[in-house]
């Protein structure tokens, strides 16, 4: 139950970052690559929520630890993009 919850809060996470958010003087943690390159950081969202849902229907135990790798690996790679490193 717990990767469905993920795969809802990625899909609420994705709405986050309309077009013109990158403007203000609110600081984020949010790089500009977000809007300039917005097709490949949509498509991150879109693989994460799909591999939670993945997760979610594992059913055997040996197919967990290789399904929650995949789901962290999506994660990581936009946050390796998409996200300034905070100091």
Request: with cysteine; hydrophobic share 40%.
């Amino acid at each position: 139950s717990n990767a469905g919850t993920i795969a809802e809060a990625l899909r609420r996470a994705a709405a986050l970052f309309p077009e013109g958010s990158d403007q203000g003087d609110v600081e984020t943690w949010s790089m500009p690559e977000i809007w300039s390159d917005r097709a490949d950081f949509d498509q991150k969202f879109e693989t994460a929520e799909a591999e939670a849902l993945a997760l979610q229907s594992v059913g055997v135990e040996s197919a967990f630890l290789p399904a929650l790798g995949k789901l962290g690996n999506t994660c990581k790679a936009c946050h390796q993009t998409y996200r300034r490193p905070k100091e």
